[in-house]
């Protein structure tokens, strides 16, 4: 068994472009020997810190912790090397388990055969040793794996979360094409916004933004909505000390933002309603039917705006790109002393807006390579502004 204060390695995996949030969040929950990567940040902590991981990190995809390395070259010495680690140590016959792999080597071409081989190496050892074998299960197995080769440097990880993190649990319906939390999660950090000035989505879809957005500000961690992660089903599971980490003294702050969402879809406000009162969130966030078009914010003096419109997909070329043109001058017109951030993965729609971006981060929306840009509205001019300085 491992004791709860042994450290050891962990990896938390998220999105390109928030490598640097993630290393920042880990920083503050504690983490150690913190490293990033690409998609990754590496870190050292206990038992108690990678159930903190978990529970309280917002753009992290999944908690890794590496049980075995070694290095193969071919299917018969990667079989050998997976024989040698004592599976019985973090499972049992009755788990169910899963194996996810990513491979880039010039020795193994195929990740599914590779996951297949280690699969058929963890079940022989268990037949081995006991008569039986646990079963693999796709869809929702007990114990989820981690295979990640390098040339010949394998490494087996167990998956401390389970499902994705970015399955939060408070979100019940959906609209075409959802933001993943996590992605929303990071876009509102990279913002800097301080959790207490307004807060606005004009074009909110199923409110993913907004709920991540109330989380940040009252200090609620995404944990608290998960039904199941994935340590829970190991063998060194520690039940006390995962309740003392729901118990402890809350960080909700009762803080007096105002977070407010719009859509042009009255289906659309009607699903962001439902997940906001699923996230226990809905006396926090204002909702309204409203067409971003005919928006103007009222006693807003300043603020931050943090949008995901459409890219254009289901539109023709003509209508995105006077949509965005349309976009720019109600920022410009409507939306004074705010610092308007938006995703968008359309680059030519973007020139349309009009305005000149402060800083442009490259994110990506699933397969999507988007540009997150900010934008700072002035009243008055831009030169006006600075010789008041």
Known sequence: MVKTDEKFKMVAKTFKGLEEVLYKELKGIGATSIKKGIRMVEFEGDKEMMYRANFYLRTALRILKPIAEFKAQDEDELYQAVKKTDWSIFFDVKS???????????????????????KDAIVDQFRDKFGKRPYVETDDPDIRLSVHITNDLCTISLDSSGESLHKRGYRIKATKAPLNEVLAAGMI???????????????????????????????????????????????????GLLQTIYDEDSQDEHVNTTILGYDVSEVAIRI??????????????SLQVKDFEQLVPENTPQGVVVTNPPYGERLVKDEIEVFYKMMGDQFK???????VWLLSSNMQAIKNIGLHPDHKLTLYNGPLECKFLKYSIYQGSKKGKNSKM
């Open 96 to 118: 169910t388990f899963a194996i996810d792999s990513v491979v880039n080597s010039k020795y193994f071409s195929h990740s599914k055969y590779v996951a297949l081989k280690v």
């Open 189 to 239: 950090l990279l913002t800097g916004w301080d959790g207490k000035s307004t807060f606005i989505d004009p074009m909110c879809g199923s409110g993913t933004i907004l709920i991540e957005a109330a989380m940040i500000a009252h200090k609620i961690p995404p944990g608290i909505y998960r039904k199941r992660f994935g340590f829970e089903n190991w063998n060194d599971f520690d039940d």
């Open 272 to 285: 962001a309603e439902e997940n906001c009162k699923n996230a226990g969130l809905h006396r926090m966030i």
């Open 333 to 339: 017109n409507n939306f004074p002393n705010f610092n």
